[in-house]
């Protein structure tokens, strides 16, 4: 197993005490797998790939163990972690305006990913740079390099994002809702592209994301996540034909089917990390509750071969009911 994240639990400081934002978080990627974390804002998708990442704010604090490659992220010093990041694992951030410099020519900050892990000169980091936004299917791309992120439209700017990502050849890429500022065009232009440098890289790929329609297209196994806990995980095709959670039978019932059949939303918000309800912390927005529910927090359990469920009902035929 590539990264194996082991009971990952983070909480911030405040006045009034601890905030847990994720708690007792499990999960692995094999090499090569792209394993995608699916949830509603709120949920702890992004605080889970900060926290791999090493980029928590200075009032986190986190327990439990990241392993990747068999060592434990959380034990590292920031220079290891520095050496580590952008190399070894990468990311896509969400938002490609935001995240690139807006007074450094594109083609330069995908090239200081090369000049800072492996030393390479400037003139040969920019060649580089090139030949990576070749990769990227970006058109021009000589021309392009020598352009500034505010003279690319919101497609280009995330393929310079997926760029500066893959310049090291990451083991581990975390791809943060890469396509939320996308129109659906561009949206699947830039899924085949990830599928595509992961199969020609052998990269594993940690896919964050709130939309099942995507998962659909690119996951070979899914993890549902609720209030910074994980409440089913299986492989794709699975979880979309036979889900055990009412949490992820939620989500799939709000998107479009066929025609004429309403979207059901989920009633009800994702609550806040310090107002959390008793027992099932999905109890306040489940249709199917039952008292059981809200005496205990129910524990991840094995419910059909490879397919894990929080849920003191999976047993039940709920779906569409």
Not at 14 to 37: A, K, M, Q, R, T
Not at 306 to 318: K, P, Q, W
Request: proline content about 6%; some cysteine; aromatic content about 4%.
């Amino acid at each position: 197993m590539l990264l194996d994240t082991r009971g990952l639990s983070v909480h911030f400081s405040s006045d009034s005490g601890p905030v847990h934002v994720i708690s007792n978080l499990s999960f692995g990627i094999d090499p090569g797998e792209v394993f995608c974390i699916v949830g509603e804002s709120g949920c702890g998708k992004s605080m889970t790939a900060y926290s791999i990442m090493g980029l928590l704010p200075e009032n986190a604090r986190s327990a439990g163990e990241i392993l990747f490659k068999g060592s434990d992220l959380l034990t590292l010093d920031d220079e290891s972690y520095r050496n580590l990041r952008g190399k070894e694992i990468s990311m896509i951030f969400q938002e490609p305006m935001t995240s690139l410099n807006p007074v450094l020519k594109v083609g330069y900050q995908i090239g200081e990913v090369l000049m800072t892990h492996y030393g390479t000169s400037k003139k040969e980091a920019i060649s580089k740079a090139v030949e990576l936004m070749n990769t990227v299917r970006i058109p021009s791309a000589e021309i392009r390099a020598n352009e500034y992120p505010h003279q690319m439209s919101g497609g280009m700017r995330q393929r310079i994002m997926i760029a500066m990502a893959i310049a090291c050849k990451p083991s581990l890429l975390i791809a943060d809702e890469p396509t939320t500022a996308l129109d659906v065009t561009i949206q699947s232009e830039i899924l085949k592209l990830i599928r595509g440098l992961k199969d020609e890289n052998n990269m594993s790929v940690l896919f964050i994301t709130h939309d099942l329609g995507i998962v659909s297209e690119i996951a070979d196994r899914v993890g549902v996540m609720y209030a910074g806990r994980i409440v089913e995980t299986a492989p794709t095709s699975e979880i979309l034909k036979e889900p055990k959670h009412p949490y992820t039978m939620g989500l799939l019932n709000s998107l479009p089917a066929e025609r004429g059949r309403p979207l059901i939303p989920i009633r009800g918000n994702v609550p806040r990390p310090d107002d959390l309800p008793s027992g099932c912390k999905f109890s306040d927005r489940c249709d199917h509750v039952i008292e059981s529910c809200r005496a205990e927090e129910p524990v991840l359990k094995e419910t059909l071969p490879g397919h894990f469920t929080r849920c003191i009902r999976a047993g039940e035929d709920l779906w569409r009911s």
